[in-house]
Every structure is written in C-alpha cells, then in structure tokens.
C-alpha cells in the first residue's frame, strides 16, 4: 500500500502517528490521546482526504459501508457500525457469506442425496410391483394350461361318448333290418 501521507504529528504531544494501523479515531502512540480526523483515510491506499468524500479520490475505493443492520453509513475502515454497534467488518461479512455458501454447498448436497434415497427407493417399488405382476402372469399362464387341459380330457369324454352312441346306433340299424 502507497501511502500519500504516511505520518502526522500529534497535536498534544508532537511524538509521530503511523496512519497506516490508524482508523477515522486516530490515537496517538506517544500520549494516547485519541482525536478525529477531519477527513477520512482511505484504508485501502492510505490518502488523506480533508473533505468529506464518500469515495477515495487516489484509487475509487468507497470510505463509507453502509451497516447492514442500522443502514447507517460508517467510515470503511470501521469493523463495528458507530450507531448500532452491528459488525461491518469485512471479514465478517465474507465469513457470513462463507457460513451462507457452505450451507448451500450441504443443502446441494442434501438434496441430491435425498434424491438418490428417492430414486433407490422408486426402484426397489417398481422391482417389487414388477416380481408380483411376474407372478401373477404366471399364475393366470398355469390355469389357462390346467383349463385348456380340463377342456381337453371334455373333448376326448365327448368324443368317446359319441363314438360309443355311433356304435350302438350302428348295431341296432343293423340288428333291426
């Protein structure tokens, strides 16, 4: 990081104040006098800006975040929101998003775990459905084989019943002529 102003003075004490660790709250490390700046640092390259500019005019970096919680706006380089106390830091931000994009991450697989149980679970139904519907076709191809024999052994019953009527038709035409 390229700082503009690197250091200032403190107006107490005089001792030097390294801006670079410093936020919009600039605390001296000589006296520990604690003073605000009458601009605002950019806490990404470090220009001082003596008026009151919501973007770093040296590198478009915005020096206020708005607080999620409150909505109100808050120096960039305050971790906590000065009205409500809510964290704007940044990192918590990005772990609230992590927290947000692994719990969609075990979702996603959630899901797709519970669709392979479903798709398991279909099958072994359709399996099941299938081996009862085999059975029962061949259920039904037995009794038709058993009713076409029954319909057989009638037929051969006729047939001899007839043949032995025929014969006795036959002998009695030719016992009476």
């Known amino acids: ?24 709250q600039v605390q001296c490390p000589g006296c520990q006098n604690q003073f605000s700046l009458r601009g605002r640092l950019c806490p990404n390259c470090g220009r001082y800006h003596n008026k009151n500019v919501s973007v770093c005019e040296q590198c478009d970096r915005p020096l206020e975040l708005r607080c999620p919680e409150c909505g109100a706006y808050n120096w960039s380089g305050d971790e906590v929101c000065q009205q ?5 830091d940044l990192v918590t931000r990005l772990l609230k998003q992590t927290d947000t994009t ?48 029954a319909e057989r052994k009638l ?13 006795i038709f036959i002998v009695y035409m030719l016992l009476t002529l």
């Open 1 to 24: 990081m390229r700082y503009l102003i690197a250091n200032l003075e403190c107006p107490v004490c005089g001792a030097e104040i390294a801006l670079a660790a410093q936020t919009a």
């Open 102 to 149: 692994e719990r969609l991450q075990q979702q996603m697989v959630d899901s797709r775990r519970i669709k392979e149980q479903g798709a398991a679970s279909s099958n072994a139904r359709m399996e099941r459905m299938l081996a009862e519907e085999r059975a029962d076709i061949e259920a039904l191809r037995r009794r038709q084989l058993e009713q076409q024999a």
């Open 84 to 88: 409500c106390g809510a964290s704007i």
């Open 155 to 167: 037929l051969r019953t006729m047939g001899l019943l007839i043949g032995v009527m025929l014969v």
